[in-house]
């Protein structure tokens, strides 16, 4: 089993949208989950951070955590064309201060 | 603010040449990482500083990778004999502090090795 597993896509939304990501993780004793952006040719890009279980919402944006079930999730409301791009799951898996990724899911938004 | 800094964008190297990528951290970020990232996969960690001194060099793959930060700012990541193999995009991070902080990624070095 890998550490951090994301559904590699690509996951094709109608623009307006809500795009639903789905990340699930290894280690029970993780505590700090992120969530970035990639466009292509172009480095990871921060968008949410979330540490306690439940949701946190930033503009569009909602990430979700459910420590039990091991699971991280982002919500994007009002799916734009220029949200598409990949999307990295990453996580500090136990105690360590490395992040340790998912494979990105690439997200599609049709006009 | 200024973000994080890589140079040379990119570099072309020929197979067991000596390179050496510059990462510049965001002022003030303590911790510093470099990661490694190849088409279609996730960035994999390489090596952690917190100020001068490697906290984590498990991820260096072996002994021809080596990293500095001597004045716990600006680092460096040297490759010796470099390998086809080696080619990839190698990522800098700076964080205000670790573990569980936010990660800030500067833009790559994109290294192919002929």
Known sequence: QKEVEQNSGPLSVPEGAIASLNCTYSDRGSQSFFWYRQYSGKSPELIMSIYSNGDKEDGRFTAQLNKASQYVSLLIRDSQPSDSATYLCAVNIGTASKLTFGTGTRLQVTL | ?114
């Open chain 2, 1 to 114: 603010g200024a973000g994080v800094s890589q140079t040379p964008s990119n570099k072309v190297t020929e197979k067991g040449k000596y390179v050496e990528l510059r990462c510049d951290p965001i002022s003030g970020h303590t911790a510093l990482y470099w990661y490694r990232q190849s088409l279609g996969q996730g960035p994999e960690f390489l090596i952690y500083f917190q100020g001068t001194g490697a906290a984590d060099d498990s991820g260096l793959p072996n002994d021809r990778f080596f990293a500095v930060r001597p004045e716990g700012s600006v680092s460096t990541l040297k490759i010796q004999r470099t390998e086809r193999g080696d080619s990839a995009v190698y990522l800098c991070a700076s964080a205000v502090g670790a573990p569980g902080y936010e990660q800030y990624f500067g833009p790559g070095t994109r290294l192919t090795v002929t």
